[in-house]
């Protein structure tokens, strides 16, 4: 049987975190928290009395972190997880406000299934399991994966530095370096208007770099 990991960001009461673990198998709980929220670390105990006996528990204190950071951090867990050979989940039931953006900015680049729960205003009751479905992304070409690879090592102080990183053989001042520079400056302007690097004039050069969401997409595409 493949074995079910919740991904679960802790809010406040344990009650609509466990409405939605009830309706799924589950074999690991990684409990997202602040170890400076009270409120936080007392739900958290709750859920693990709740699911001693019935899955392993794991705390990630996520603490002074902003949302992109926090977004890397799932990334990271969930390539974890599922190199376990464990499917993923992410339940955002009770989720702050942060964390909730975070995990779906995680689900979006690692095609991870996100869901809450509905309940009832009046009693509380469970309504239902309310999967948050992606909204569909453009899918970037290989080639311009290519370009945030290389500005994810290392940013780069000009487009012809970024040329000459991709394509060392080709020689400065010739035509195919030309015409190299023209399809580089193509897929820069598409990066950049897909919002995933920054650019940046100096002088007559223009400085280019990653940002946190370009970095973000590459990671979950690993």
Same mark, same amino acid.
């Given at each position: 049987?493949?074995?079910?990991?919740?991904?679960?960001?802790?809010?406040?009461?344990?009650? %609509?975190?466990?409405?939605?673990?009830?309706?799924?198998?589950?074999?690991? *709980?990684?409990?997202?928290?602040?170890?400076?929220? *009270?409120?936080?670390?007392?739900? *958290?105990?709750?859920?693990?009395?709740? &699911?001693?006996?019935?899955?392993?528990? #794991? =705390?990630?204190?996520?603490?002074?972190?902003?949302?992109?950071?926090?977004?890397?951090?799932?990334?990271?867990?969930?390539?974890?997880? =599922? *190199?376990?050979?464990?499917?993923?989940? $992410?339940?955002?039931?009770?989720?702050?406000?942060?964390?909730?953006?975070?995990? @779906?900015?995680?689900?979006? +680049? %690692?095609?991870?299934?996100? @869901? +809450?729960?509905?309940?009832?205003?009046?009693?509380?009751? $469970?309504? !239902?399991?309310?999967?948050?479905?992606?909204?569909?992304?453009?899918?970037?070409?290989? /080639?311009?994966?290519?370009?945030?690879?290389?500005?994810? /090592?290392?940013?780069?102080?000009?487009?012809?530095? $970024?040329?000459? !990183?991709?394509?060392?053989?080709?020689? #400065?001042? %010739?035509?195919?370096?030309?015409?190299? !520079?023209? !399809?580089?400056?193509?897929?820069?302007?598409?990066? #950049?208007?897909?919002?995933?690097?920054? +650019?940046?004039?100096?002088?007559? +050069? &223009?400085?280019?770099?990653?940002?946190?969401?370009? /970095? &973000? @997409? $590459?990671?979950? #595409?690993?």
């Amino acid at each position: 049987m493949k074995q079910v990991t919740h991904i679960i960001s802790v809010g406040g009461g344990k009650g %609509t975190i466990l409405d939605g673990l009830k309706q799924h198998l589950i074999h690991k *709980a990684v409990l997202l928290i602040n170890n400076n929220n *009270a409120e936080c670390l007392g739900v *958290a105990n709750e859920l693990e009395n709740a &699911l001693n006996g019935f899955a392993d528990v #794991k =705390r990630e204190n996520l603490e002074d972190k902003n949302i992109f950071e926090i977004a890397l951090k799932l990334v990271d867990i969930i390539k974890k997880e =599922r *190199a376990s050979k464990s499917e993923v989940l $992410l339940n955002v039931s009770s989720s702050s406000g942060d964390i909730g953006i975070a995990c @779906y900015l995680a689900s979006l +680049t %690692t095609d991870t299934k996100i @869901y +809450t729960t509905v309940t009832n205003e009046k009693n509380g009751d $469970l309504l !239902r399991i309310q999967e948050i479905l992606p909204f569909p992304k453009k899918e970037i070409p290989k /080639e311009q994966v290519c370009i945030l690879e290389f500005l994810n /090592e290392k940013e780069v102080e000009s487009l012809d530095e $970024l040329i000459i !990183r991709i394509k060392p053989k080709i020689k #400065k001042n %010739t035509t195919l370096f030309n015409n190299e !520079r023209a !399809r580089i400056c193509h897929h820069i302007k598409s990066l #950049k208007n897909n919002g995933l690097i920054e +650019t940046e004039k100096v002088g007559k +050069t &223009l400085k280019i770099e990653i940002n946190s969401i370009g /970095e &973000l @997409y $590459l990671k979950g #595409k690993k």
